[in-house]
């Protein structure tokens, strides 16, 4: 029974060490993100930054779209399916509309940046620190959170709510495409009926969300990779570790913004 | 005074004393080996030293510094004037050699661009990488990585030169290069070096005073020829090459016999 206890009180003081941890870095990463802005910051820390907006956003624009699109179609299909049984076949465009732009868009985007950059992110910074980079910046008076951390974390806030707002176009531009061949449904009306669908605080819930699921994917990836201890194994460790704990935090924060929306906003 | 002063420094990792209460002090413009076996305790005293870690109680002081209790802004100005080219080189790996030298330039001066390209020039020139400056750091051989590393760390002209295992892993005439290269960049640059090695040759050859240390203590510190004329066992093994207790070489010989008239073997 103690050693039951002993077991439970390790594992619970671990992950608290943990989110105090992620805690630290995040008030650290923001004292020093004035750095990483362009014209008032650093301009080698903004080089660094758009460097890595290209990684984060651009690289992955094909796969998110192609992501998008195949789950527009899921859902439209999925929805279909249902709701032609009570001759709502119309609902499936809100359906669609509402469900990319408040949950699926930035969902899927956070769940393909976390697995591409922040597994990338865990890699490259434990990478860092088995070889001595990481030492070899401090003591060079750089800090590797305002050095490495920093330019990721802004290059994240800007990258993912826009590669979500794409996928919310690819995943409604879908449920179009299934309208279209399933019902003839014009494509301008297809885009009337979307846009009376989408209320501006279904836009701006999937913004929010796509922030918070940035700074979890950047801050646990950078996070994993800092605490690597040991060799080359460990650096494999914490990438997976990065991606397993990033999208589970990513789908936990959702389902509390969920909540949070669905019981304080009206609909 | 010294430029450098351990104060009575412990160090411990999950309750292991790595250092015991060591004390020692760097003079300006000399150069210091600390030497050790493997598992002595010579970089962890060579990490303090740099500021990377913090002590379980004891004092570095760096130029009047106390850099065990200093603020960030204090240890930012003390790091100025430290270079260190570390054991494994630790460039960056996704920036050219040039790249790597010219980034604590970038960093902390406001010098133009081509007075920076000019600089960067000049250290590789001057630790005879100067054709090899837009390569990459892994199409670099072993002593070409230390030797860039090196350039790096006399980037910001600092007044304290350390270098981490500066001929480990490389063949002996490499080595006796980057030896006379570290006495020519102290009598150039007018530095204070302090080298960490295990390698006796190099020692003797760049020491002005070598500090043995001996599981986490100094067994003996003095100038070339006091170690070299040291009756103290530690060191006298170390001098000797003697094998220690570790080899266990009867051990072996005795599981080798067993071994050989076991009917496995036959």
Redo the contacts between chains.
């Keep these: 029974m103690a050693t039951v206890l002993e077991g439970v009180g390790r594992r619970t003081i671990s992950e608290l060490d943990y989110v105090g941890s992620l805690n630290i870095q995040l008030w650290a990463t923001l004292r020093a993100m004035g750095n990483a802005l362009p014209v008032v910051g650093?301009r080698?820390r903004w080089k660094a930054t758009v460097q890595q907006m290209l990684q984060i956003g651009v690289e992955a624009l094909p796969m998110v779209s192609l992501m998008a699109i195949c789950t527009g179609f899921i859902l439209a299909m999925q929805g279909a399916s249902e709701l032609r049984r009570f001759g709502a076949l119309h609902y499936v465009i809100d359906l669609v509309a509402v469900g990319f732009t408040r949950e699926l868009g930035p969902l899927l985007t956070a769940i393909a940046v976390s697995g591409r950059s922040g597994s990338a992110f865990a890699a490259e910074i434990g990478t860092m620190k088995v070889?001595?980079?990481l030492?070899?910046l401090?003591?060079?008076?750089?800090e590797p959170i305002e050095f490495v951390l920093a330019p990721k974390y802004l290059a994240a806030l800007v990258t993912v709510p826009c590669l979500s707002v794409i996928s919310n176009v690819c995943g409604i531009f879908a449920g179009g495409l299934f309208m279209f061949f399933s019902t003839r449904l014009a494509p301008l009306l297809y885009l009337r009926y979307v846009l009376t669908s989408i209320e501006l605080h279904d836009v701006i819930m999937g913004l929010i969300k796509s922030v918070v699921f940035a700074t979890i994917i950047a801050h646990v990836g950078c996070l994993e990779g800092f605490r690597v201890l040991g060799g080359p194994d460990s650096v494999g460790r914490s990438t997976t570790s990065a991606v397993v704990k990033s999208t589970f935090l990513v789908i936990v924060a959702d389902a509390i913004f969920t909540a949070i929306f669905y019981f304080t906003v009206k609909s | 005074m010294p430029i450098i002063s351990v104060r009575d420094l412990v160090v411990e990792y999950d309750g292991r004393r790595v250092l015991d209460g060591l004390s020692l002090d760097i003079q300006q413009g000399e150069t210091m080996v600390l030497l050790g076996g493997s598992g002595s305790g010579k970089s962890t005293l060579l990490?303090h030293i740099?500021?990377?870690e913090r002590p379980k109680s004891g004092s570095v002081s760096v130029k009047g510094t106390d850099i065990t209790r200093c603020s960030q802004s204090e240890?930012?100005t003390v790091?100025?004037s430290?270079g260190?080219a570390?054991?494994?080189a630790?460039?960056?790996?996704s920036l050219t050699v040039e790249d790597n030298v010219a980034?604590?330039l970038?960093?902390?001066t406001r010098l133009a661009p081509p007075i920076v390209d000019l600089m960067v020039w000049m250290y590789l020139a001057a630790v005879g990488l100067a054709d090899f400056g837009k390569l990459l750091p892994q199409e670099l051989s072993g002593g070409m990585k230390k030797r860039a590393a090196v350039a790096r760390a006399l980037a910001l002209g600092p007044e304290i030169l350390v270098l981490d295992e500066p001929s480990a892993g490389l063949d002996p005439i490499v080595a006796a290069e980057l030896d006379d290269l570290i006495v020519l960049l102290k009598e150039v640059f007018k530095m204070t070096v302090i080298v960490v090695t295990h390698e006796m040759p190099s020692a003797f050859r760049i020491a002005d005073r070598i500090a043995m240390l001996y599981k986490g203590a100094f067994r003996a510190v003095g100038t070339k020829e006091e170690i070299k004329a040291s009756k103290d066992p530690r060191v006298r093994q170390f001098l000797d090459r003697i094998p220690g207790e570790g080899a266990k070489t009867q051990f072996l010989e005795e599981h080798f016999e067993k071994y050989l008239q076991s009917p496995e073997a036959n």
Excluded at chain 1, 138 to 142: D, E, I, K, Q, S
Excluded at chain 2, 90 to 93: D, K, M, S, T
């Design positions: 650093n080698h070889t001595e980079e030492d070899s401090r003591v060079m008076a750089l | 990490r740099i500021g990377l240890m930012k790091r100025h430290i260190v570390f054991q494994s630790a460039l960056f790996n980034l604590p970038r960093e902390h």
